[in-house]
């Protein structure tokens, strides 16, 4: 405890009134709104174009299934009932008096607008709500979906997340993901332009088959340089009946070890925008089906390790931002990939 108390003293991150050294989404969450608030993790019975064959099938290589869906009630239920169910089990955690409610299954915009329409104002019927998040893709940002995004970040505290994982094309490929990163590219400037008051959000996965250190970290410097408003972490788990499960049972794919994830996750940090959110920094695997590594099991000891490495080294956040020379992404090279 008293090492915690020291960290939190010493701490020289602006964002920040506790040890960590980043901008932790609980901190903006008390910051932006005055209290707790709970994200109503949703289904709202969506695919994915890698999966029902507009751009490929099976999903990504790594997903359950249920397309980040799996901590959700089902989709069959109404959305009422479904944060209803939501509510009562994050109660038992904490006490709070805001929500948000979080379409966090498969592509959240994968639909015709009419669909897209009844779900949304349907979560924001709740007298609770401050705001909605919406998971989705860069390559599924449809015009009309454009701007009734635009329409509904007037409206409420809007989050559109964008699944992205690594900048690198022939990572992407290795996954399955079913764009690459120009397509990404077209669609954050899309929404950045048509909806500026929505915030943005992007989706990073660390441990990504036959991908070193150096890439990852030029993952990092390259959304850097988009200054997103948020950023999400992840690490690459591997869940049983996935073609994941199948490359690390056949020895072609090893996991990430604990002391290598947390030191990279350090350096991401310090390349981010100080004022960049951080969204999470590991990730749950439902219970029962994670295959590797163990370690993820354990999410507060990484949290933990993390926050430690940060203040052993005396870095955080957005240190390096302005220590690179040059721009990650120069304009000419950015105008070519968005044509």
Known sequence: MAKENTQAKTNPFPNSDSNKRYYAYEYYLRKTFGGRVAKLALDGGFTCPNMDGRC????????????????????????????????????????????????????????????LRELYEQALLE??????????????????????????????????????????????????????????????????????????????IFGLPDETEEMMLETVRQVAALRPDEVKIHLLYVLLNTPMADLYLNGAYQPMELDDY????????????????????????????????????????????????????NTWQGRLYTAWGVEPISPAARENLLR
């Open 262 to 313: 947390v030191r990279v996750v350090a350096k991401a940090l310090e390349l981010l925008p100080p004022d960049t959110v951080i969204g999470r920094l590991t990730g749950d695997a439902p219970a029962g089906q994670l295959l590797a590594p163990l370690w993820s099991r354990y999410k507060i000891d990484v949290l933990n390790r993390i926050d430690t490495y940060l203040f052993e080294h």
């Open 127 to 204: 007298p609770d709500a401050v705001g909605l998040n919406i998971a989705t893709r860069a390559d599924c940002l449809a015009d009309d979906v454009v701007c009734y995004l635009a329409e509904l970040s007037e409206r409420t505290c809007l989050t559109v997340e964008l699944g992205l994982q690594s900048v690198h094309d022939q990572t992407a490929e290795a996954i399955n993901r079913g764009h690459d990163f120009a397509a990404f590219l077209r669609g954050y400037q899309r929404l950045r332009e048509a909806a500026p008051r929505a915030r943005i959000g992007v989706h990073l």
């Open 56 to 115: 490929g099938t099976g999903g990504c290589i790594y997903c359950s299934g249920r397309g980040s869906g799996d901590f959700t009630a089902p989709a069959t239920l109404p959305i009422a009932e479904q944060m209803a169910k939501q509510k009562g089990a994050l109660s038992g955690k904490w006490r709070f008096s805001r929500v948000i409610p979080y379409f966090q299954a498969h592509t959240g915009t994968y639909a015709p607008l009419e669909t």
